[in-house]
T-cell receptor, first 109, second 115 residues
């Protein structure tokens, strides 16, 4: 079967750096997305990786290794507003998105 | 800049009732989809559409119907509500056919409880 694994919950301190990992086993690979979802709200797009390497967008970066079936989202200079769930999603060989259950990130002052 | 609009935001139904969840987008997106989100699980695709007049089943289609008569609207129908359909439902849209790097834009969700 297809599977996306993320840690259920992580805690970090305001101003610090946190890395959220995502490992996947899917039938084929056609890109990986990261979304942010605040409690009670809709997911919003953060980043997209289809080739190996690092994509940087301001305080957020996303890394992909297709050979290892692995990605991470790196958040720098954490702010209280970064408290949210972070969803990893992989597009499989049929171009369907397979979603992880999400990582709830708690930021402490 | 409405984006994706879902109605209603909250709904309580009794087992066996039917209802339609509305979804409309004003971005002229071809690709639209319906997901359900349950605690401890990833978003699961119910149905999707790559353009007006075209719909297809996702991972968990049983108990749901969709239609796509216009580019803008993509309603989701619950035929006979069951407690297992208690969930948060999200409608999403994206440019083209959903195969590229275009992100999905989500509505605010419908929180549905079946008693």
């Amino acid at each position: 079967g297809q599977n996306i694994d993320q840690p259920t919950e992580m805690t970090a301190t305001e101003g610090a750096i946190v890395q959220i990992n995502c490992t996947y086993q899917t039938s084929g690979f056609n890109g990986l997305f990261w979304y942010q979802q605040h409690a009670g709200e809709a997911p919003t797009f953060l980043s997209y990786n289809v080739l190996d390497g690092l994509e940087e967008k301001g305080r957020f970066s996303s890394f992909l290794s297709r050979s290892k079936g692995y990605s991470y989202l790196l958040l720098k200079e954490l702010q209280m507003k970064d408290s949210a769930s972070y969803l990893c999603a992989v597009r499989d060989s049929n171009y369907q998105l397979i979603w992880g259950a999400g990582t709830k990130l708690i930021i402490k002052p | 800049n409405a984006g994706v609009t879902q109605t209603p935001k909250f709904q309580v139904l009794k087992t066996g009732q039917s209802m339609t969840l509305q979804c409309a987008q004003d971005m002229n997106h071809e690709y639209m989809s319906w997901y359900r989100q349950d605690p401890g699980m990833g978003l699961r695709l119910i149905h999707y559409s790559v353009g007006a007049g075209i719909t297809d089943q996702g991972e968990v289609p049983n108990g749901y119907n969709v239609s796509r008569s216009t580019t803008e609207d993509f309603p989701l129908r619950l035929l006979s509500a069951a407690p297992s359909q208690t969930s948060v439902y999200f409608c999403a849209s994206s440019e083209q056919d959903g195969t590229g790097d275009q992100p999905q834009h989500f509505g605010d969700g419908t929180r549905l409880s079946i008693l």
